[in-house]
């Protein structure tokens, strides 16, 4: 069975129907990235999965959890999947070491020792156990979206969605993240991502997902997609065509 | 010549000053409190919630303090209820204090940016537990200047509780007056009073606004 099942979701922003009917079945373990044009609903769709956004039609399962408007649906969803962004959203008052504690101490409410063990394996993790203590505004991008990472995993969940997490970094840093994501990946650590970086994809990725106008335009392995793309939009997207 | 030395002006006047500190510390923290509440509900994602505290806060925004102390002190007694001037007085500007600090701090809490909500949603964490970990604690440090400004309208505001016969600094003012024939000394020193409360208040208002300016990465 798969971990995360998306079935005929739409999705609208007035008018504008954004999602046109989405299926994408992600099996444990399985690393997909989403590839696509500016517009094509390659965020939106992620922000469906763990209930930033809500849905119009459809349904999004994850792992048993159902995606529904209520804070109780929403919570238990979200306790499975975790989210990374572009703009790391670090929260600034807090050292890197809290920012990854917080919310395991509040929502899951794990003794402060255990959260700060946690805290520590998770920065180390990423290659920053010797940040504990700094602050967001100290740390650099590449730093800071690890703690990002760091903070997301020390929920536990059972898969991340990952929307474009090194488009806003240096290029000097966007390896030190990738880095890590490839590492994750390798544990076993189900990841969507959206991504721009296609060598990344074609490297560490099981399937790649192609949006196009709010549709799973196409969909195979990466060597499939990026080597023989099979319509037009997607060869244009590739510049091949 | 009156019988009235310029001690006895200023140590009533000080008597009756106390009463208006008193009563501006209860507004404050009352008004506090109850803003506090105002403010959640009027940052929900309930729409009654939002309707509610939106419609609390334009109608006490929206009409006279005067109004409101006549309406807590002439109402409530029209139906049964004979309340004294001090808990009136205490009341309304409990209310009226509280319908302003919930607009400043919304737009505070407005002001903390949205990918903070979002990164603390995916956290799975509740409203209650973003507001209280994640969005308060950042919009306080920009809340502090403007709150700490409008506790001077809160002084300044207690002086229309004299209306209903609440003896504070200004009904104290008026009362002396009649006795000694003085204004020009009693009001002199009774503006000197609130001067002297309300004048270090705007001042650390000031003084905050600009080191939160400059210490901008101050943890
Ligand atoms: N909150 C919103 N309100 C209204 N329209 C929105 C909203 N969010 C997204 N849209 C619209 O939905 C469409 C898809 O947006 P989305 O962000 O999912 O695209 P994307 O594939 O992630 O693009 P990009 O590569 O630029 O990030 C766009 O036309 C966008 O304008
Ligand atoms: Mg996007």
Request: aromatic content about 8%.
């Amino acid at each position: 069975m798969s971990l995360i099942a998306i079935t005929e979701v739409r999705k609208r922003f007035g008018d504008n129907e954004v999602l046109k009917g989405i299926n994408l079945d992600v099996a444990a373990g399985e690393v997909i990235a989403i590839i696509g044009k500016s517009g094509s609903g390659k965020s939106t769709l992620l922000r469906c999965i763990n209930g930033l956004e809500t849905i119009d039609e459809g349904t999004i399962l994850v792992a048993g959890a159902q995606l529904a408007p209520d804070e109780l649906h929403l919570r238990a969803l979200r306790l499975k999947v975790g989210m990374i962004f572009q703009s790391f959203n670090l929260f600034p008052h807090l050292t890197a070491g809290r920012n990854v504690m917080l919310s395991p101490m509040v929502v899951k409410k794990v003794p402060a020792k255990e959260a700060q063990a946690e805290a520590q394996a998770r920065l180390e993790q990423v290659g920053l156990g010797h940040k504990f203590d700094a602050y967001p505004d100290e740390l650099s991008g590449g730093q800071q979206q690890r703690v990002a990472i760091a903070r997301a995993l020390a929920m536990k969940p059972l898969a991340l969605l990952c929307d474009e997490i090194t488009s806003a970094l240096d290029p000097e840093l966007v390896n030190e993240v990738l880095q890590v994501v490839g590492k994750l990946a390798a544990e076993g650590m189900t990841l969507l991502m959206v991504t721009h970086e296609m060598r990344f994809a074609r490297e560490v990725c099981d399937r790649v997902v192609f949006m196009h106008q709010g549709r799973v335009h196409e969909i195979g392995p990466p060597e499939e997609v990026f080597g023989a793309p099979k319509t037009l939009e997607l060869q244009q997207f590739l510049g091949i065509a | 010549m009156s019988p009235f030395t310029t001690w006895d002006i200023v140590r009533n006047l000080l008597f009756a000053a106390q009463w208006t500190v008193i009563l501006s510390l209860v507004a404050f923290i009352g008004g506090g409190v109850v803003g506090l509440l105002m403010l959640f509900a009027r940052t929900s994602k309930r729409v009654a919630a939002r309707r509610l505290a939106i419609l609390y806060i334009e109608l006490f925004q929206g009409t006279p303090l005067l109004m409101q102390l006549f309406l807590f002190f002439f109402g409530l007694s029209l139906i049964g209820f004979n309340v004294p001037p001090w808990l009136a007085a205490g009341l309304a500007l409990t209310l009226w204090t509280a319908a302003f600090l919930a607009e400043i701090w919304r737009g505070c809490v407005e002001a903390i940016p949205r990918g903070q909500w979002e990164a603390s949603s995916s956290l799975a964490m509740s409203y209650f537990e973003q507001m209280r970990y994640v969005v308060l604690p950042q919009a306080l440090r920009i809340a502090v200047p403007p709150t700490v400004g409008f506790s001077v309208q809160v002084v300044k505001a207690t002086a229309l509780t004299s209306i209903i016969g609440f003896v504070e600094l200004s009904k104290a003012s008026t009362m002396i007056t009649n006795a000694t024939f003085q204004p020009f000394v009693v009001y002199g020193f009774a503006a000197l009073m609130y001067f002297a409360l309300c004048w270090p208040l705007s001042k650390s208002s000031q003084l905050l606004e600009r080191k939160l300016n400059v210490a901008h990465r101050n943890h």
